[in-house]
């Protein structure tokens, strides 16, 4: 019973650690994904930037699409 016991406390725990693993990973790219889409709705407004916060791979996603949309402003504006 003790071995039982074990796995199955192995099991819930791993669970749990699954679990906040994934939800710390879809998080950023579902904040994201609705960011983009605010932005792709907004009837062409150029001035809209993706708030950065973070210092991951979401974060420089950010950076970069916004270093991106102050470019392409500023050719349209040229």
Do not use: W
Not at 16 to 26: E, L, N, P, R
Not at 31 to 46: C, F, P, R, T, V
């Amino acid at each position: 019973i003790g071995m039982l016991l074990t796995c199955v406390l192995l099991t819930v725990i791993i669970g749990i650690i699954s679990t906040i693993i994934s939800k710390s990973i879809t998080k950023p790219i579902n904040n994201m994904k609705e960011q983009l889409k605010e932005i792709s709705e907004g009837h062409g407004d150029l001035s809209i930037r993706i708030p950065v916060d973070s210092k991951d791979e979401i974060g420089d996603m950010a950076v970069y699409f916004n270093s991106f949309m102050i470019k392409l402003e500023s050719l349209i504006k040229e």
